[in-house]
Structure formats: C-alpha cells, structure tokens
Nanobody
Framework: QVQLVESGGGSVQAGGSLRLSCVGS??????????LGWFRQAPGKEREGVAS????????YYADSVKGRFTISRDSAKNTLYLQMNSLKPEDTATYYC????????????????????WGQGTQVTVSS
C-alpha cells in the first residue's frame, strides 16, 4: 500500500517562496517506475494538476499557470517528492496534494487527477497580497 505524506505548506506574502515535500512509503523509487504529481484545490474549485514527473525518465509537465515559477523534483534516496514554488501569487492559495500512479503518462494525462491512484492528505498554502 502506497502512502504519501505532504509537508511544507504555510502562509507567505506574494512574491515569496515555499518548498513542499511529499514522503512516500510502501514502495521505493528504485523498484518501481511511478508518475508523481502535485495537485491543488482552492475552496469551491475543482482539483487541478500543477506538475508531474515520471521516475522512469524524468519527464516533467507543468500547468501553464505555474510554468517558470514552480519546479517539481525528487530525491530517490529519500523517497521524497518536492515542489519548489517561487514568485507566489494570491491565486496560488489552495490545499496542495501529492499523488502517485504506477503508469507512465503523456502530456494529455499527466495532470489529470483521474489518472492517479494514490493521494496524500494535503497541505495548505496561503499567499497574501
């Protein structure tokens, strides 16, 4: 059973930075190829894909709204996924979730929440103006 635990959320002013972490258990990156993703959900809105990475080849995908500001990365030795968020905007305020799936994905599916099997519990990010 794959388990994911996010951390690193908090409150920050616009223009600031945060780094989210997601520690996985129940698998090791070296044994499986996984697609790992970050999603977010603001109150009253659908959960949307932010970024994803495939551990088999390192392919990354980003939502247009975060390109150039957010960077997804992973540390295989620590079974940890990261999301570095720079130049934060008030519209980035949301609960952020990490997710994992055992299938590789192309550009059309990598940021679709329906494509992911395992989810963390979320961490809140609040950006004030």
């Amino acid at each position: 059973q794959v388990q994911l635990v996010e951390s690193g959320g908090g409150s920050v002013q616009a223009g600031g930075s945060l780094r989210l972490s997601c520690v996985g258990s129940g698998y090791t990156y070296s044994n499986f190829y996984l697609t790992l993703g970050w999603f977010r959900q603001a109150p009253g809105k659908e959960r949307e894909g932010v970024a994803s990475i495939y551990t088999g080849g390192g392919n990354t995908y980003y939502a247009d709204s975060v390109k150039g500001r957010f960077t997804i990365s992973r540390d295989s030795a620590k079974n940890t996924l990261y999301l570095q968020m720079n130049s934060l905007k008030p519209e980035d305020t949301a609960t952020y979730y990490c997710a994992a799936d055992k299938n590789s994905k192309g550009s059309l599916s990598a940021l679709r929440r329906q494509e992911y099997t395992y989810w963390g519990q979320g961490t809140q990010v609040t950006v004030s103006s």
